[in-house]
């Protein structure tokens, strides 16, 4: 079974800084797919951005970009320029590439971003 | 709709009772699934239809979780028996289909048990 891990309960960073999120992950498969998702208190599951393990490019999304380490099992993202609407939970997430999409996402347990005006 | 829809937002269920939970996707979307997040925690895994077919239901925790999704489209998930357990965020997700589509999340229920 896969597992996804988060190891920062909570990160603090001032508005305009750049702070950077950890996960990790394990998995036998080599065909998958790493998300980022930002929870804020209303719930709702927003996609951050997304990686395909068969890409050796790093994701870009604006402010956003992710670190992809295959061979560590290894996906931070790095939120540069923080804004005061990037407080929210952050949740890695995988998805295996053979189900078709059929498979639900394992998420980690999630990091509280908070941000210092 | 413009996005996948849940209701109700709120439901504070006396332990014992039964309640359902419903779901509407967003229009055209194949794919159908449903989470469980209990406070403090990542979502897990529930079940998964693909249309009206549920293909995974191997995630639910018990028998007295039941989904469906008669038609391909709205779908409930009904809890009998309610235990203080079961106090949770429920989470329902739709996608055309494949993974390389993207999931798109509604603003969940959050079920209190009492």
């Known amino acids: 079974a896969q597992t996804v891990t988060q190891s920062q309960p909570e990160m603090s960073v001032q508005e305009a800084e750049t702070v950077t999120l950890s996960c990790t992950y394990d998995?036998?498969?080599?065909?998958?797919?790493l998300f980022w998702y930002k929870q804020p208190p209303s719930r709702q599951m927003i996609l951050v951005i997304r990686?395909?393990?068969?890409k050796q490019q790093n994701a870009t999304e604006n402010r956003f970009s992710v670190n992809f380490q295959k061979a560590a099992k290894s996906f931070s993202l790095k939120i540069s320029d923080s804004q005061l609407g990037d407080a929210a939970m952050y949740f890695c997430?995988?998805?295996?590439?053979w189900g078709g999409g059929a498979d639900g996402l394992t998420f980690g347990k999630g990091t509280h971003l908070i941000i210092q005006p | 709709g413009a996005g996948v829809s849940q209701s109700p937002r709120y439901k504070v269920a006396k332990r014992g009772q039964d309640v359902a939970l419903r779901c509407d996707p967003i229009?055209?979307?194949?794919?159908l699934f449903w989470y469980q997040q209990a406070l403090g925690q990542g979502p897990e895994f529930l079940t998964y239809?693909?249309?009206?077919?549920?293909?995974?239901k191997s995630g639910l925790p018990s028998d007295r979780f039941f989904a469906e999704r008669p038609e391909g489209s709205v779908s409930t998930l009904k809890i009998q028996r309610t235990q203080q357990e079961d106090s949770a965020v429920y989470l329902c997700a739709s996608s055309l289909a494949g993974a390389n589509t993207e999931a798109f999340f509604g603003q969940g229920t959050r079920l209190t048990v009492v």
């Open positions: 990686q395909e393990a068969y």
């Open positions: 239809f693909q249309n009206e077919a549920q293909l995974d």
């Open positions: 997430a995988y998805l295996p590439g």
């Open positions: 229009s055209g979307h194949v794919s």
């Open positions: 998995t036998s498969e080599s065909d998958y797919y």
